[in-house]
């Protein structure tokens, strides 16, 4: 399938740079998957779109100020570190191991030295490009990771444009959901930036139910797919857990014939990358692993019955899965999305992590 198909013209002004005054205030697209329909709602309409019973499944995982900027030792030269969520790595004694993605404006080379802005020594040890490099901090991982909280920046994608320097408290706080607990994340799970907690509990009223799982959401969720042809792309794995209440609960909905609506492109992949290939909704317990899921059509979805999105870059993984959605199983979503984006375009539609949502059911 070639990456060309999800490509659409989006004027730059539709990219939102800040967020609303408040959290639900945000338009709403309603895709109705049977009829190949939407119509325009707004998010503080969720109350009246669900139905009771409705479980939905929100990603609690908290973003860290994972943006680092250092000068070169040998050079002053300026460098910026993006941290990535941890994938195991073992640090020695007074000293932290990460994994992180590099910014320069020369080439670095590996026993290279760094000093961190207000901070400690840094040795990159390894080179890996889009993978992550491999650095060593000159400090333990709770000094470390109490210095990532003090100096760190909010690590907005790239297409919200900020001057460098300190993070806004405005953008601290906005770009982090009302039930975020779980640091680790490297992007917001931005779905979920549109709940406020007197939506949540306008939606508790009205018999929707929630649950939560952890994914910690990687740079990688920014990429857009560089390959001609689909299949030939890669998708960073992404940590992930989910608790015996959240998956007995998942269960009882799917028993029960109650719709499943994931809260956000990573609540699902966890949901259909992590907890389906496990089986393990009959018998209900602690799980957490990994997915490296990539979504696109035609694929049959196991879990989920709806999804709570935001509007996503053209040609992106995320468009792609957003398609495959639409029309679970075949390649039908791809022209029914692509209506509904220029759509969304022509109605002036504020798009990606600070934009409107969608909602397909």
Known sequence: MQTALFDFHLPEQLVAQEPLADRDASRLMVLNRAARTWSDRAVRDLPSILRPGDLLVVNNTRVIPARLRATRDSSGGKVEFLLLPPSGEISPAGRTIRRVLTKSGGKLKTGETFTLTNGPKVTLLERHGEAGDVIEIAIGESEFNAYVL??????????IRRDPGPSSDADRQRYQTVFAQTPGAVAAPTAGLHFSERLLAELKDCGV?????????????????KADRVEDHFVDPEPFTITAASVAAIAAAKRE???????????????????????ILDTPRDFSGSTNLFVHPPYTFRIADGLLTNFHIPKSSLLMLICAFAAPGSTDGIEFVKRAYEHAVAEKYRFY????????V
């Open 150 to 159: 003090a100096n760190g920046e909010v690590p907005l994608p790239p297409y």
């Open 209 to 225: 139910q929630r649950c939560e799982l952890t994914l910690h959401v990687g740079p990688g969720t920014f990429r857009p797919v």
């Open 353 to 360: 992590s600070y934009g409107d949502a969608c909602l397909i």
């Open 257 to 279: 014939g109650r719709r499943v609506i994931a809260v956000g492109t990573t609540s699902l992949r966890a949901l259909e990358g992590g907890l389906a290939p496990a089986g």
